[in-house]
């Protein structure tokens, strides 16, 4: 029986179709997993997120505030006299300092005079 | 082998050939045979080295809650962005009976984990037939890891949303609450409770929760001086109707509804109504300032008190002399306003009451709505006792947005809890804008000349009015038992803010001199509220150089001899 060239390209050619169809299956099960996960850990965030966003309102509540700035600090809520009847609605300008944008992950450039 | 066996034995001929073919054959499926071989190993290598990947631990995800919602109920913030209603998941704890063990060593061990359980009860719940019974819903991670430690294989938990308030009873009345399954039951969640349950972002409320607290701790110290007992309260945007605050003392913690007894659960502000007294001349002297553009010098005989049938209206503070609109205005003298609510007419001014709005339900975000009490058939002397609040009684709430459409200019606004409110002096007009500018200096010399002097802040011009109501009580009016209001507008010249605060009942003591009146009880509490909102809004106080108190204007009808030392009674 004589081997045909053509036959021993093909089955090699089979071969390298199956082994790279392997590969790629292997990594999108991979990236499935690892997808999987993030959904699971955003999940897990996004409820934490309320959880702790919940929390901090809690501990901001006024009342609370009010006990703990009573009971700690020398502080007393604003009185009348204590507020002027003319403030202008904003501070003069400030001069803005001249700043060269420098995009992220990009070494800056020396800025040309 | 093969091949070596051919080499060694030499055949000829068809025969070996016949061999040569055979031998072909078995190269051929020896090598199939060394590749399938070859494949398995490939994938055992691929199934044990390289999808061994480091595993993170993550136990089975607890399944959700039969019949639970599946999208979060919308969240609920304040006019800025402050948190007052949000839901997190929470995980349930159930029982599976026929997969306990030891059912009593289980309940003994729940117990302890939860303290407010009943032992008798958790035993039924590990008994009973059937694969399902709830023993504790919606309980902390630190719980749930204990119940785990038991490691009772029929213990389980299923999963949903629970609702947290963390502004705790701040505003419990306006919020309201839900039940367990997360349905509206009361308040804002009930009234929209099928736009929460759809699952939005959020819904932004016209409430402010620094307002809100201030307002709430005035009328809860105001309560506790005068040892009364309720309080009401509320702040309106004069311009918009947004609700900036709403308090109804006393009141509830929405996370903890269960505990809160009946008395608490009522919403007093929009569900409880009240002859809210002098707070009503406000309105009959706007009828009659809008029905005759003389009626600033009109006078009025306040000497003698007035018979109708068995009635009779007489004066806290007699003055025993003809008052002009300004002072029978300013002393709140009954006799005085029951006249001028003769001279608007009873037909004219009962029309006038209704396009306030303050004869039927009023339209507010909430389904605890109290229609008001309004005499009927409406007689002549019902015109006269309403002329100064009597005989008709409004909920708190909707009176505030009455004083608020006179003073904002002359046009309706309905109170609103969502933010925005409706856009200024869009609503109908009510009275003629010279009229509101007369109504807001007679507001203001109120509180410089007259009844409403304790609610004074310097700096801030308040402008208001005293109401103290006796109550009715058993088909007659106690003396003894007060409401004493008081509604306090300001910037009184381009009002702002309207506050109500009123207090049911209130004791007076010896710093009041005994008084219970409005003028002793509310009105300081609402210059109280005017200061902090000041402080808490960043109001500059007003540049008296620059602008004419608004009381000017009215002196000029005060007669001379009038007494101008504080009237604090009425």
Redesign the interface.
Known sequence: ?KIRVRSLVLLGAA?MC?GLL?HIS?RV??SQ?SLK?LH?QMDAER?SI??L??????LN???RL?VLAKKYLDLK?????M?????PDSAPPVEIMQVQPVAIGVEPKAVQP | MTLAVAQVISLTGDRSSALYIARGRLVLIGALFALAFFLLAVRAVDVTVMQALPQTETAAPVPAVQGAPLVRRAAILDRNGVLLATSVKAASLYADPTLIADPKGAAHKIVQIFPDLRIQDIMRSLTAPGRFHWIKRHITPAQQAAVLRIGEPGLAFAEDYRRIYPQGALAGHLLGYTNVDGRGLAGFERAFDDTLAQGQDSVRLSLDTRLQHALRREIENTMRQFNAKAGIGTILDANTGEVLAGVSLPDYDPNHVARADKDAVFNRLSLGVYELGSIFKIFSTAALLDKMSDALSMEFDARQPIQHGRFSIKDYHPQNRALSVPEVFMYSSNIGSALMGQAVGTKRLRTFYERLGLLTPMTFESREIARPLVPSPWRDIDTLTAAYGHGLATTPLQTAAAVASIVNGGTLVRPTLLAGGSAYGQGERIVSAQTAAHMRSLLRLVVTDGTGAKADVPGYWIGGKTGTAEKAQGGAYNHDRLLSSFIGIFPAHAPRYVVLIAIDEPRGNAQSHFYATGGWVAAPAVGRVVAAMGAILGLPPQNSDALKDPAQSMRAYISANAATQGVHDE
């Open positions: 029986m071969c199956g392997m292997q099960q991979e997993e996960r699971a409820e309320i959880m966003q919940a929390e901090w309102e809690a509540a006024p009342s009010e809520p604003a009185e009348t006299r507020l002027r009847a003319q403030i």
